[in-house]
């Protein structure tokens, strides 16, 4: 039996319905998850390891707080060089595996004002400029893809606001990267209703609602964009911030996991 095949075995004996997709620097964010089994990516049909520092190549099965759970250990990005088929891929496994609910987090600069180092931002929307002719689209066609549940943006801004904490649910810019933003850049998405921007998260979450999953998706804000901030922008510090909101997001993880709707 394939490492693969024993994993979807002890996976479909569990019966998670939701899984999670940790991105850059959020592995802390865990910590009440309890593995049971895991496989390499490399061992999974279709997903190839990432390259990618602060990203892991493993995905577990396992208790969330006591609740089962699928946990996707680093994701594929579009500039690594793989096809769109790679990048959802992780998406399609997690749906072959039977979740109903797929909640992806992400590394993000904050370009709405309310937004600092260490905070976190709910996605509502998103706009991807994934493309070689996205940022010549800009003006004429910004409109905003929404994929997101909105009971489970909901669920999160209940949370927060329980806990006494305001939070933004806003519109999140996927960009090719790898290179960060210019200035002139974050200008043009900020006057196109851009409140965060990364490079990740856009593709899955559309393939996961085209094959009838629940998406939430949250943005751990590692930096001011370009040009907002009184520092350059390197991966170190996007590292660096994300580990000032690990207990917030893993707060916010296991209560989407326990979430017991459809």
Same mark, same amino acid.
């Given at each position: 039996?394939?490492?693969?095949?024993?994993?979807?075995?002890?996976?479909?004996?569990?019966?998670?319905?939701?899984?999670?997709?940790?991105?850059?620097?959020?592995?802390?964010?865990?910590?009440?998850?309890?593995?049971?089994?895991?496989?390499?990516?490399?061992?999974?049909?279709?997903?190839?390891?990432?390259?990618?520092?602060?990203?892991?190549?493993?995905?577990?099965?396992?208790?969330?707080?006591?609740?089962?759970?699928?946990?996707?250990?680093?994701?594929?990005?579009?500039?690594?060089?793989?096809?769109?088929?790679?990048?959802?891929?992780?998406?399609?496994?997690?749906?072959?595996?039977?979740?109903?609910?797929?909640?992806?987090?992400?590394?993000?600069?904050? +370009?709405?004002?309310?937004?600092?180092?260490? @905070?976190?931002? &709910? $996605?509502?929307?998103?706009?991807? %400029?994934? *493309?070689? #002719?996205?940022?010549?689209?800009?003006?004429?066609?910004?409109?905003?893809?929404?994929?997101?549940?909105?009971?489970?943006?909901?669920?999160?801004?209940?949370?927060?606001?329980?806990?006494?904490?305001?939070?933004?649910?806003?519109?999140?810019?996927?960009?090719?990267?790898?290179?960060?933003?210019?200035?002139?850049?974050?200008?043009?998405?900020?006057?196109?209703?851009?409140?965060?921007?990364?490079?990740?998260?856009?593709?899955?979450?559309?393939?996961?609602?085209?094959?009838?999953?629940?998406?939430?998706?949250?943005?751990? +804000?590692?930096?001011?964009?370009?040009?907002? @901030?009184?520092? &350059? $922008?390197?991966?170190?510090?996007? %590292?660096? *911030?994300? #580990?000032?909101?690990?207990?917030?997001?893993?707060?916010?993880?296991?209560?989407?996991?326990?979430?017991?709707?459809?």
């Amino acid at each position: 039996m394939s490492a693969f095949a024993a994993f979807a075995r002890t996976t479909r004996t569990l019966a998670p319905r939701t899984a999670v997709v940790l991105g850059s620097g959020l592995a802390g964010t865990a910590s009440a998850f309890t593995e049971r089994a895991s496989v390499a990516f490399a061992d999974i049909p279709g997903l190839v390891p990432p390259t990618v520092r602060g990203h892991g190549s493993r995905l577990m099965v396992g208790e969330w707080s006591g609740v089962p759970a699928l946990l996707f250990l680093g994701r594929l990005h579009f500039y690594e060089g793989h096809a769109r088929e790679v990048v959802v891929g992780t998406v399609r496994t997690a749906a072959e595996l039977g979740v109903k609910r797929i909640v992806l987090t992400n590394a993000a600069g904050g +370009i709405h004002p309310s937004l600092q180092p260490g @905070g976190l931002m &709910a $996605i509502r929307g998103h706009l991807k %400029l994934l *493309n070689s #002719k996205a940022w010549r689209n800009l003006a004429s066609d910004t409109a905003v893809s929404q994929p997101y549940s909105e009971r489970l943006i909901e669920v999160i801004l209940s949370h927060e606001a329980a806990a006494g904490r305001e939070l933004l649910a806003g519109v999140y810019a996927a960009l090719t990267g790898p290179s960060y933003e210019t200035p002139a850049e974050i200008r043009a998405l900020a006057a196109c209703g851009a409140d965060a921007v990364g490079m990740s998260t856009a593709l899955e979450a559309e393939e996961a609602a085209r094959l009838g999953l629940q998406v939430a998706a949250i943005s751990c +804000i590692t930096n001011k964009a370009a040009g907002l @901030g009184d520092a &350059a $922008i390197d991966h170190a510090e996007v %590292l660096m *911030n994300a #580990k000032l909101a690990v207990e917030r997001m893993g707060e916010l993880l296991g209560r989407l996991v326990g979430e017991r709707g459809a």
